[in-house]
């Protein structure tokens, strides 16, 4: 895939993630179907159905580029570019009927730059999560502005962590958790504000327009950062993560000026 092809992509990402974000508001006060549930997360039907709808969008314009997604992926081996997609970051919100969910789509392709190595070799090129509650619409191309309905966003300024509203994830594994609440104490004694959530993308999108100043969590999955990842790095901020055993990541994304003292704690 060539670079040129990348304003293309951009605008398919666009449309698949407003179809499927309609898809969302039309059925957040309705009955879901629930295909499985565990302690701390939950798999819909409408999950299955909003990845197979981007699919086909996405398809339209690129039908041989591959799709890794939380709800299955392709099967080409090794391919040179891959959608990434969660059909629906924030499922319990969304389950619940809490209006706080969203669309991540991100287009990654095959590189030999040092920092792809922590994604398996690829980087991410185009990022996209629209937000269908708030009709809000974050977007980004490597090398350009990240964007919020169309206009150029930048993250915070704000430098002390005591300044900072900060926003974190729990994972879902009893380790995760525990870790994550060890942290999330000293947290909440040195920044502004703590903050959880429960939808990823829209955590990443809130650090990239200067809502929050840092997001952090371990435990999470390829599919709810790599879009939001790359927004918040156009945006002007950074987007720091290590591959854990068994795939998932250990991140934080902030303002480019946090990091160091989050890691302090």
């Not at 920092?115 to 980004?140: H, N």
């Not at 870790?179 to 000293?186: D, T, Y």
Request: aromatic share 6%; charged share 25%; net charge positive.
């Amino acid at each position: 895939m060539n670079k040129s092809d990348y304003s293309g992509a951009l605008k398919s990402a666009i449309v698949a993630a407003r179809a499927a974000g309609d898809l969302m508001r039309k059925n957040l006060n309705a009955t879901k179907k629930v295909n499985q549930h565990a302690a701390h997360d939950i798999k819909l039907d409408l999950d299955v159905r909003c990845q197979h709808l981007i699919e086909r969008q996405l398809a339209k314009a690129f039908p041989a580029i591959a799709v890794l997604g939380e709800e299955g992926e392709s099967s080409h081996a090794n391919p040179s570019a891959r959608w990434v997609i969660d059909p629906i970051d924030g499922t319990v919100n969304f389950a619940y009927g809490i209006p706080h969910a969203c669309v991540c789509i991100a287009l990654q392709v095959r590189s030999r730059a040092k920092a792809a190595e922590v994604d398996d070799g690829y980087a991410t090129v185009v990022g996209v999560i629209y937000d269908p509650f708030m009709d809000e619409l974050w977007s980004a191309v490597v090398g350009g502005k990240a964007r919020l309905n169309g206009k150029p966003i930048r993250v915070s300024p704000r430098r002390r962590l005591g300044d900072a509203i900060a926003a974190m994830g729990y994972g879902k594994t009893e380790q995760t958790m525990g870790e994550a609440l060890r942290v999330f104490q000293k947290m909440s004694q040195s920044t502004r504000k703590m903050r959880n959530m429960g939808a990823a993308g829209i955590a990443l999108a809130y650090v990239a327009c200067g809502r929050f100043d840092a997001y952090l969590e371990r435990g999470i999955s390829l599919w709810d950062i790599a879009a939001g990842g790359l927004i918040v790095e156009c945006a002007g901020g950074e987007f720091w993560r290590e591959r854990m055993p068994g795939g998932t990541y250990r991140m934080i994304a902030s303002n480019g000026q946090l990091r160091k003292q989050i890691q302090s704690l």
